[in-house]
């Protein structure tokens, strides 16, 4: 998600250590969207703001700072952000140069950030894959905010992955007329998309679950916000029970050729559907 706060004007720039020692949102003119400049001004004051001070007390940084990125991390397993300030933001960009520096767009070419005219999409590196981020830079009188606080994308990636060749043996299984085995796959395709969706969110009893429990009743939670198609849920729901006849042998399978094209197609979308939303962008 991105937004531009139009017209960032710092009219202070304190030069004690014991004060806001870089330049500080005092006058937002032309806004183009309250919501993000509200986020703006809460993301500076509530973490990047102190952490420059702290770290300009012990020395760490110059001071005073001329502060043109900022990029916050969130990982899962943390309740404190990462702050990084300029050079030490990482990731990728999409952007459009300066007419005049068009022609030196080449690959390995470094590029200067006052070559830019804007930015469309920034994505993070993928060492960081797995946080949450909000990240912020400046060009000219403009702020560019990109984030995305959707946790673990790297990790959903690689249950989808499982997911997909449990749903293509499921498939196999079907053509050859093997319904057991179907339903056993698909049970273990559901299973993990479910998981995969999951997993987006910074809950460590999730990650660390050893318990097909724990994904039955949080993915239920997420059907009853609202959060999840009910035909995925119905699907995983009916899954799993059939699972101890079908492996288990428990009573006869009881189940039509048609019932299990629907529930095939439907972990199959749902699986496309986590997929869009842990997926690389850039």
């Given at each position: 998600m991105?937004?531009?706060?139009?017209?960032?004007?710092?009219?202070?720039?304190?030069?004690?250590?014991?004060?806001?020692?870089?330049?500080?949102?005092?006058a937002l003119k032309n806004m183009?969207?309250?919501?993000?400049?509200?986020?703006?001004?809460?993301?500076?004051?509530?973490w990047i703001i102190p952490s420059i001070n702290e770290r300009?007390?012990?020395?760490?940084?110059?001071?005073?700072?001329?502060?043109?990125?900022?990029q916050l991390i969130f990982k899962s397993d943390e309740l404190k952000a990462q702050v990084r300030i300029n050079g030490e933001v990482k990731g990728k960009m999409i952007v459009n140069l300066k007419n005049e520096f068009t022609s030196q767009a080449k690959e390995g070419n470094s590029v200067d950030s006052n070559h830019l005219e804007s930015i469309d999409a920034f994505e993070?590196?993928?060492?960081?894959?797995?946080?949450?981020?909000?990240?912020?830079?400046?060009?000219?009188?403009?702020?560019?905010?990109f984030y995305n606080f959707i946790y673990n994308r790297e990790e959903s990636q690689t249950h989808l992955l499982a997911a997909k060749e449990f749903l293509y043996a499921a498939e196999m299984s079907f053509q050859a007329g093997f319904f057991r085995a179907t339903i056993d796959n698909l049970v273990s395709a559901s299973e993990l998309?479910?998981?995969a969706y999951l997993l987006r969110q910074p809950d460590k009893v999730l990650v660390q679950a050893k318990s097909h429990d724990v994904i039955h009743?949080?993915?239920?939670?997420?059907?009853?916000?609202?959060?999840?198609?009910?035909?995925?849920?119905?699907?995983?729901?009916?899954?799993?029970?059939?699972?101890?006849?079908?492996?288990?042998?428990?009573?006869?399978?009881?189940?039509?050729?048609?019932?299990?094209?629907?529930?095939l197609k439907d972990v199959g979308e749902f699986i496309e559907c986590v997929n869009q939303l842990s997926e690389k962008k850039l």
């Open positions: 991105q937004y531009r706060c139009a017209n960032f004007i710092a009219t202070r720039y304190l030069q004690s250590a014991g004060e806001r020692n870089v330049r500080v949102l005092e183009e969207n309250i919501f993000g400049n509200n986020l703006f001004k809460n993301l500076m004051e509530i300009q007390a012990s020395g760490e940084i110059e001071n005073p700072l001329d502060l043109q990125m900022a993070l590196e993928d060492s960081d894959r797995n946080c949450g981020h909000a990240t912020l830079i400046a060009i000219r009188s403009n702020w560019y905010i998309s479910a998981k009743k949080k993915i239920n939670l997420e059907r009853r916000l609202g959060n999840v198609k009910s035909e995925h849920v119905d699907t995983f729901n009916t899954l799993r029970n059939l699972r101890a006849d079908a492996r288990y042998l428990h009573s006869d399978l009881t189940i039509t050729s048609d019932n299990l094209i629907v529930m």
